[in-house]
């Protein structure tokens, strides 16, 4: 069965460094989510990407963050200038007609 | 912005209980998803209910449009079934803009 990988599974990090999670969506999908869970809370949306461009982003998604999608199969969350509230679970999610997300199980970050 | 909010926070059921958990919005809606989150923290999308009802194993959804509710039921609950059950909701956008519910943690016992 297809399924959306991410990597890597858990991430520590240094305060003010920066990091780039992963995702490599199902292959014929479309649209592409990232997700936020901080520990205890919501699941909370971040992002979506279609067509090589930001389609929504929540306003949690400032300027400290970006997406990317570099080749054909992979998508990149990168966090500049980590601070310690972005410790948390981050999902990424695909779909192909943008109602049912197929996640990932998660990279946990943790900033130190 | 939609309120989601779901009932019980946390169940413990015997082995072979019926389990019913309970999800309310405020705003209307275009459709509904019921996940389960693992204990590992993975996320797997159980339904998508955009009117009445969908079955699937031992799980059943259903959604009352008009009354802003859905239910997931677990018939015959097994150990297995033990796991985090979020409630999800689409507010016009697709799975843009999810807005999800707390979770409700649920605990079968053998």
């Known amino acids: 069965e297809p399924e959306v990988t991410q990597t890597p599974s858990h991430q520590v990090t240094q305060m003010g460094q920066e990091v780039i999670l992963r995702c490599v969506p199902i292959?014929?999908?479309?649209?592409f989510y990232w997700y936020r869970q901080i520990l205890g809370q919501k699941v909370e949306f971040l992002v979506s990407f279609y067509n090589n461009e930001i389609s929504e982003k929540s306003e949690i998604f400032d300027d400290q963050f970006s997406v990317e999608r570099p080749d054909g199969s992979n998508f990149t969350l990168k966090i500049r200038s980590t601070k310690l509230e972005d410790s948390a679970m981050y999902f990424c999610a695909s779909s192909r007609d943008r109602r049912l997300a197929f996640f990932g199980q998660g990279t946990r970050l943790t900033v130190v | 912005k939609n309120e989601v909010e779901q009932s019980p926070q946390n169940l413990t059921a015997q082995e072979g209980e019926f389990i019913t958990i309970n999800c309310s919005y405020s705003?209307?809606?275009?459709?509904l998803h019921w996940l389960q989150q693992h204990p590992g923290g993975g996320i797997v999308s159980l339904f998508m209910l955009s009117s009445g009802k969908k079955k699937h194993g031992r799980l059943i959804a259903t959604i009352n449009i008009q009354e802003k509710h859905s239910s997931l039921h677990i018939t015959a609950s097994h150990p297995r079934d033990s796991a985090v059950y979020i409630c999800?909701?689409?507010?016009?956008?697709?799975?843009?803009?999810?807005?999800f519910g707390k979770g409700t943690h649920l605990i079968i016992q053998p």
């Open positions: 705003v209307g809606i275009s459709a």
């Open positions: 292959s014929n999908h479309l649209y």
């Open positions: 999800a909701v689409e507010n016009g956008g697709g799975a843009d803009g999810l807005t």
